[in-house]
Every structure is written in structure tokens, then in C-alpha cells.
């Protein structure tokens, strides 16, 4: 079946660690999008990516890192430099010439302790 | 800044009751508004509205977008309490396919 799979749904982390949430899509999207959920304020842009090997920043890149050496996989670190890591984060892609609708992922829940 | 404005945050509705949901925005380069319902993890995509005055239906749920005063909303009748969920308005402006989301309504529905 087509879609896109995170992992892991869950984490726990300590404080100074990093930790890197993997996106991994087959569903051919060219354009890649990780997304930061918490309470009472929606999703708020973290990176994107419409092709390989290029990504830009979002509203709330700093703590984060992406890469993007494979179409089909995007995965985010979330640093030590990150003030306040935990949160729900959302995976989503999209085909750029499609019509721009996203499809998500299941989420990863990020708790820092 | 480009923003999009979800009201109310919250609401509290019984079985059956009819709900308006509400989404204003002010962006630039407005490609089209995306409503999603988001239940436990992954949003899920309800409508997608491009131009004005042409209503979206799908069973008990629709979506109209004024593109003129810069707002949607989305309607269901008759609600059931799997409609309980956050509703999530997005937009999506023609740079880079960005998508700028509200903050959501959060719907309970009780028995």
C-alpha cells in the first residue's frame, strides 16, 4: 500500500541528546514537509524539501536538522539546541505539480524528560 | 505575515446538532483552501476549495470559500459523535507549495 511511514511513534529523550525521526514515502512525492503540532497552535512549518539534495527552512527550523539524499526519505534531527523539543511531529508530502494537497503521516510523539 | 484564523477553538455540541466551523485568512499568492479532521495522529483530508461561491459536499459535511471577504466554512448537520475530532483550515500559496495552517477547532460531539 502506498503512504508515508514515521517511526518511531513514540520517544523518549534525555535532555542534550539528539534524536532523528525517520519519514520514509512511496508514493512518488517530489515535495517533502516536516511539521511541529502542539496544543492550541495548529502546524507550524519545521523544513521542506521539493527535490533531492535541497531543502529549505520554515518558520521554526532552529534545533533542527533535515536531510534529503533519497526522494522517498526525509528524515528530521531534532538537537540538543532545541529549547523545548517535545511535541507531536508530523511527516507530509505532496506531488509539486500536483494539486498541492498534503498527505501525512501517523506522527511521532517527542517527550523529553 | 501570512496567517490563517480558526474560530471558535474549541466547541461542545450534542448529537445532532448542526456546527459551523470558521476559517479567515490573510496571505499572499492564495493557491487554495484545504480543510483536513484530525482524530488521534495523522490529518485526513476532507476539502479542497480553489474558487468562491461553489460548495463542496460529502455527505453531511460542505465547505464553501468566499475568496472576496477571505473566508471559509465548513458545515455538518446532524453531527454523530465520530465527528468529534480537531478541524484543521490550511492554506496553499503558490510559492513553493507552502501551506500555512490555523490552529484548528477542536469538535466534541456528546452522546
Known amino acids: 500500500d502506498g503512504g508515508i511511514t514515521q517511526s518511531p511513534k513514540y520517544l523518549f529523550r534525555k535532555e542534550g541528546q539528539n534524536v532523528t525521526l525517520s519519514c520514509e514515502q512511496n508514493?512518488?512525492?517530489?515535495?517533502m514537509y516536516w511539521y511541529r503540532q502542539d496544543p492550541g497552535q495548529g502546524l507550524r512549518l519545521i523544513y521542506y524539501s521539493q527535490i533531492v539534495n535541497d531543502f529549505q527552512k520554515g518558520d521554526i527550523a532552529e534545533g533542527y536538522s533535515v536531510s534529503r539524499e533519497k526522494k522517498e526519505s526525509f528524515p528530521l534531527t531534532v538537537t540538543s539546541a532545541q529549547k523545548n523539543p517535545t511535541a507531536f511531529y508530523l511527516c507530509?508530502?505532496?506531488?509539486?505539480?500536483?494539486?498541492?494537497?498534503?498527505?501525512f503521516g501517523e506522527g511521532s510523539r517527542l517527550t523529553v524528560l | 505575515e501570512d496567517k490563517v484564523v480558526q474560530s471558535p477553538l474549541s466547541l461542545v455540541v450534542h448529537e445532532g446538532d448542526t456546527v459551523t466551523l470558521n476559517c479567515s485568512y490573510e496571505v499572499t499568492n492564495f493557491r487554495s483552501l484545504l480543510w483536513y479532521k484530525q482524530e488521534k495522529k495523522a490529518p485526513t483530508f476532507l476539502f479542497m476549495l480553489?474558487?468562491?461561491?461553489i460548495e463542496k459536499k460529502s455527505g453531511r459535511l460542505s465547505s464553501i470559500l468566499d475568496k472576496k471577504e477571505l473566508f471559509s466554512i465548513l458545515n455538518i448537520t446532524a453531527t454523530q459523535t465520530g465527528d468529534s475530532a480537531v478541524y484543521l483550515c490550511a492554506v496553499l500559496l503558490y510559492n513553493n507549495n507552502d501551506m500555512r495552517f490555523g490552529a484548528g477547532t477542536r469538535l466534541t460531539v456528546k452522546p
Open positions: 508514493l512518488n512525492h517530489d515535495a
Open positions: 480553489t474558487s468562491s461561491g
Open positions: 507530509a508530502s505532496t506531488m509539486t505539480s500536483g494539486t498541492g494537497e498534503l498527505f
